[in-house]
């Protein structure tokens, strides 16, 4: 069964990975000034004040400048990439570990890409009436909150302190919910949105002149699947309908884009997302989970996926 594969030693030995590689990617993006110094620098009062000064200004760009930041990021893309398959690893051992079932959609069943334009209204009706009417509710609400979103490439726009402080807020009020440590859980977190490569990041705002996102999304393609698997929200995003539409979208390009067997909503929140229309894959469908979580390095999103729309109009 899927059990053998939760062996401690491949569960440690993964999450060891992630955490010194990932870590170290991080550290040298954000002291890589100071590191220079370090090695090429002469050890002078004035050089030290110095690189104080350029290390200080290289923090703040990276916290305020998407371009300062993608920069940094291309530099490491090639090791991000390889180390993606870590990161599924680690979640597909996370759903058998914790005895709880991966949430996907099988696209591939649906036949659905060649309804041009209409591909969200004929998914729509691929599920059984609870869940259109879920989703008809959450539109409703979506539009009566006044949500507007914007899509983006995680390589070239990502802008660490909207997304971040998004990242701090949500998971402060999840861990009130599990009882699980907040230091542990937003360094996981942290480090994914850091080193998942060629990721979509979905920004939803609260009015049509709100600066500062409510919440985000990452989507990845990998292969022959794409995942829906990071969602973090402000308090005040909470009953926006903004979770549903994320889903939908999330669904909808699964079904557009070309060779796509399954849109995987990765573990947690089952019964919400089995709401919204997703299967379940038990973590002893050893098969079908490896499927869900493929050994191999993420595309790039063709860029009419990007900006698609499923309830709104995408900004670009």
């Known amino acids: 069964t899927g059990a053998s594969d939760a062996n401690p030693i491949v569960v440690v030995t993964a999450t060891l990975t992630l955490i010194i590689v990932g870590l170290n990617v991080v550290l040298l993006t954000i002291f890589l000034p100071s590191l220079l110094f370090f090695f090429f620098a002469p050890r002078l009062l004035p050089y030290v004040v110095a690189v104080c000064i350029v290390q200080t200004l290289h923090l703040y760009r990276l916290w305020k400048d998407p371009d300062h930041l993608a920069f940094y990021r291309w530099l490491s893309l090639p090791l991000r990439r390889l180390l993606l398959p870590v990161v599924m690893l680690i979640c597909r051992l996370d759903s058998i570990r914790e005895n709880e079932p ?19 209204d004929a998914l729509l009706m691929t599920f059984r009436a609870s869940v259109r009417r879920r989703h008809k509710q959450m539109e409703q609400l979506y539009h009566a909150s006044g949500i507007r979103r914007k899509s983006i490439y995680s390589e070239s726009k990502l802008n660490a302190s909207e997304v971040i402080p998004l990242i701090w807020q949500h998971e402060i009020r999840q861990v009130k919910e599990n009882g699980r440590s907040f230091i542990e859980e937003f360094i996981k977190r942290f480090l994914v949105m850091m080193i998942v490569p060629d990721g979509i990041l979905d920004l939803y705002y609260n009015s049509e002149t709100s600066s500062k996102p409510i ?81 191999c390095c993420t595309e790039q999103f063709p860029r009419n996926i990007v900006y698609f729309p499923a309830w709104d109009k995408c900004e670009s």
Request: glycine letters at 8%; hydrophobic letters at 40%; proline letters at 4%.
């Open 215 to 295: 919440a985000v999304q990452m989507s990845i393609l990998q292969g022959d699947i794409l995942h829906w698997f990071m969602y973090f929200a402000a308090d005040s995003a909470t009953k926006s309908g903004i979770w549903f539409q994320g889903v939908l979208l999330a669904m909808t390009r699964g079904v557009i884009v070309p060779n796509v067997k399954h849109v995987n909503g990765q573990c947690h929140h089952v019964n919400s997302k089995r709401h919204a229309g997703f299967l379940e894959a038990q973590p002893t469908e050893e098969r079908l989970l490896k499927e869900l979580y493929p050994w």
């Open 102 to 120: 991966s949430l996907y959609l099988p696209c591939d069943d649906l036949q659905l890409n060649s309804l041009v334009g209409k591909e969200k």
